[in-house]
């Protein structure tokens, strides 16, 4: 893209009327940019690879040709982004949060510019700013874990504080760079990582707790079951809202069934994999006491007790699984940065690099402010945010499925408000969705009317009544909108 148009040409004394390379011709906004200013964003979006596209549409011409390889980077690159620290922490919860045994564990395993084909132009603000919470939230979750991996490492030497800004400041510098330096590193830092984490297995496996079983009655394990497989579900589909914005150079006719597949391999085997890794982890700590003082100090320091009898190599292999979570943070950092230009006109004529400084300073305050709550955010984050998803997927399922198979979208349209649908059904849906979750929430801050009479002490359905009220209320409410308005 030619920078020197994206900004202008004119020269009114000292300020510049600057319309921004994102913006399309429809919508641009004339915004004042000190010369300087002007100058300088010229020369680092004219620096080699880097990427200054934000959410306009990349054209068919610009898109890569389809290949055997570039299909299979999407399951790398998902597989990648996945076999994280922060991932394998979500499977420490079973056992130390839930109280279930080893067994139990193993059996439970651009899109907010698309969603305004769905959810309609105005109310897809509304989901933009969520999924803009979620990327967020993950970043910092990650640099919060790296944070403590590194200090432990480093025998208390380094502080919890220094290891987050030093997690931070790796993932921006990949993110703001964009997309093609991003799935290069996504594609050769899964090795290393994976090797790694054998060495984990082989390591901290003799002291896993296979026989560790699971506390209470009958139906108060299968509530702590269905909660804690609501609250897996809950990490994979924090995906959902921003997945194909990782993929916006392949082509139109990509194969749907390959790309699903190549999702479907990268996410499960990766989500897998270190889900019960982080089970084995968790059961070793009622029986190794050396773990339960580590994880006493934090999750950083239980990994690196699981490395415990490796001495300096050990410390190591510590440093590479915390530099993995860059690998899981980088496309959050560059999704966020993506969901603010998202927000309106005045946004998007924003620089997609700023955006994604934005999103790491975020990241990094909040890390450092919530580094000694980590449990506290898994708990109270991860599953609120899975109950919005879980609505607006089966909103898109049913539009998709019920209204739109047949018609097909105009992807040109996705700035012109009177193409798109106005919202109304899908709102009212979404919260209506809300009210099934709502009632079928087990947080700890609020446990619904349904919840309660789950097991003995409550369990989470707060996903699949969401789900099911989205189901049942949208399909009407959706034919009466195109009866009457006609889009």
Known sequence: MDSEKALGEKDIGQVEEVVSDFASS?????IPVPEKLSRWNRTIQSLKGFEARGISRVQPSEREAPTLAALVQMAIMWYSANITLNNLAVGFLGPLLLQLGFLDKKLTEVVQVVARYFMGYWPAKLTTVLNLIIMVGYGTISC???????????????????????IALICWAIAVFGMKPFHVYERYQSIPLTLVLFILIGSAGPHFNTSLQSVGNIATIAANRLSFFSLQLSVTLSWAGASSDFFVYYPESTSKRMVFAMTFIGLSVSFIFVNLLGVGLASGVSTNPGWDTAYSTSSGALLLAGF???????????????????????????????NFQT?????KAIPRYIWVTAAAIICLVCAVAGRDHLFFIFQNFLALMGYWLAIFVMIVFEEHMIFRRNKGFDWAAYEDKTKLPIGIAALISFLVGWVGSILGMYQVWWTGPIARHIGDLGGDVGIWLGIAFTAVVFPPLRFVELRHIGR
């Open 26 to 30: 429809n919508d641009a906004l004339p």
């Open 144 to 166: 919060i874990i790296g944070g403590q991996v590194l200090s432990a490492v480093s025998g208390g030497t380094m502080s919890v504080i220094v290891g987050i800004v030093i």
């Open 308 to 338: 415990g009898g490796l001495g300096g190599f050990g410390k190591f292999c510590a440093v590479i699984v915390t530099l993995g979570l860059c690998s899981n943070t980088v496309p959050c950092l560059y999704c966020s940065a993506l």
């Open 343 to 347: 927000l309106g006109k005045v946004w």
